[in-house]
């Protein structure tokens, strides 16, 4: 059965073949070839290592290169829907190298899983051999591109275990890093440029500092309890400091709260980062947010206004009551200094109690929604997958 329709799967190989003059083959989710695909394609020992690398491709959420057989290089794109794999295609099959060796080893390998070596040799005589590594990874990636541009539906579940797994490589590299050079500056130290960072806006430094700061952490000890230990008293650290520089951050004091009580519960190395990473996010757009906003005294006292009040019907003219101004002027200030309106700062307040509650409360979708101040749950699911990509529900299944 066909994992993608005629036409789109029609578009993906004549573009690829095109590109690279290799041919797209797509496959179950038990490495079958679809289609004529005979021997030695839809061999036994193929079969296997193709559904092994979807399975790889999947956890990892990018194309996988790995070797079908001795110095033979194929790569496979994962086909996603929803959180169901339904399939994947396969882009590769060519050599690195022509070596007697390789290919005596691989033959024995086919011939030994359904027929004899003569036509085993044959195929394997007939693959191309593409000497550049680099084209490999090259095509791989253009392939994954050619298949997302021609889904119908995104392939949200692989972006996830995607940022899942580059921000466990960019721990392990500092770990090994810190391993190899056995220093490192003090975690007083490290804690002030995470928040110079922070406060200049520099979401980017921010994080890889963050990534710095957990390689450390994990390449001292192995000890969940006491990597915890070390991350609330960091999270607090940076909270009390943004606090000092900037009373208007009080509302931190509450998320912070929230923050720890989720990563002290959290079960694993894996989730624990992933949270840690949600919430030096939340932190930094609080952070940021107020930065900008902090020049005015009207616009920070209007944001505090809506982080203690975002769960009800907040009007412009409830806010121009609370500031002794117009509503016109209201809405031209929150603007003009933060870049956005007041909706969309009510709208950014709801859905992040939102996810604090999906990920660590029991209330149904529903009572979320009635809670949070919207009217209509359908309306609430529609913003939320704007904001997110995806439904609360499936985010609750994710997370939860």
């Not at 130290?189 to 995470?194: F, K, N, P, S, Y």
């Not at 001292?220 to 208007?248: Q, S």
Request: glycine share 8%; with cysteine; net charge neutral.
């Amino acid at each position: 059965m066909s994992i993608l329709s005629p036409d789109k799967l029609k578009n993906i190989r004549e573009s690829y073949m095109r590109s690279y003059g290799v041919a797209v083959r797509e496959f179950d989710c038990s490495g079958r070839l679809s289609g004529r695909e005979g021997y030695p394609m839809n061999s036994p020992v193929l079969m296997v290592a193709r559904a092994g690398a979807l399975r790889e491709a999947v956890r990892w959420g990018e194309p996988y290169l790995y070797f079908a057989l001795p110095n033979v290089i194929d790569w496979v794109v994962p086909v996603i829907k929803g959180e169901t794999t339904l399939g994947g295609l396969s882009g590769g099959m060519v050599l690195p190298e022509r070596s007697a060796a390789e290919r005596l080893s691989a033959v024995d390998q086919l011939a030994d899983s359904e027929r004899g070596r003569s036509a085993a040799g044959n195929w394997y005589d007939s693959l191309p051999v593409w000497s550049e590594r680099g084209r490999m990874q090259e095509a791989s990636e253009f392939l994954f591109a050619l298949t997302c541009c021609q889904l119908e539906w995104d392939m949200l579940l692989l972006k996830e275990n995607r940022d899942k797994a580059r921000r466990q490589r960019r721990i392990a590299e500092e770990i090994h890093r810190r391993k190899a050079a056995d220093s490192g500056g003090a975690p007083l130290e490290q804690e002030r440029t995470l928040l110079a960072l922070v406060q200049a806006g520099d979401k980017k430094g921010a994080r890889g500092e963050l990534n710095r700061m957990l390689g450390a952490l994990f390449s001292h000890t192995a000890d969940i309890r006491l990597i915890k230990a070390h991350i609330v008293e960091m999270m607090g650290h940076l909270v009390r400091h943004a606090v000092e520089n900037n009373p208007g951050m009080s509302s931190l004091i509450e998320k912070n709260h929230r923050w720890m009580g989720a990563i002290i519960d959290a079960d694993g190395f894996e989730p624990l980062a992933d949270l840690i990473a949600a919430a030096l996010e939340d932190f930094l757009d609080n952070v940021y947010l107020q930065s900008r906003s902090g020049t005015n005294e009207t616009v920070a006292a209007i944001l505090s206004y809506l982080n203690d009040h975002y769960d009800e019907q907040i009007t412009l003219e409830m806010l121009a009551g609370h500031c002794g101004l117009s509503t016109f002027r209201v809405a031209h200030l929150v603007k003009e200094v933060t870049g956005n309106t007041v909706q969309q700062h009510i709208r950014r307040l709801r859905i992040q109690r939102a996810v604090d509650l999906l990920v660590r409360g029991e209330q149904s979708c529903t009572e979320i929604a009635y809670a949070l101040g919207y009217c209509d749950q359908s309306y609430f699911i529609k913003q939320f997958k704007r904001q997110m990509g995806i439904t609360p529900s499936r985010y609750r299944r994710l997370y939860g």
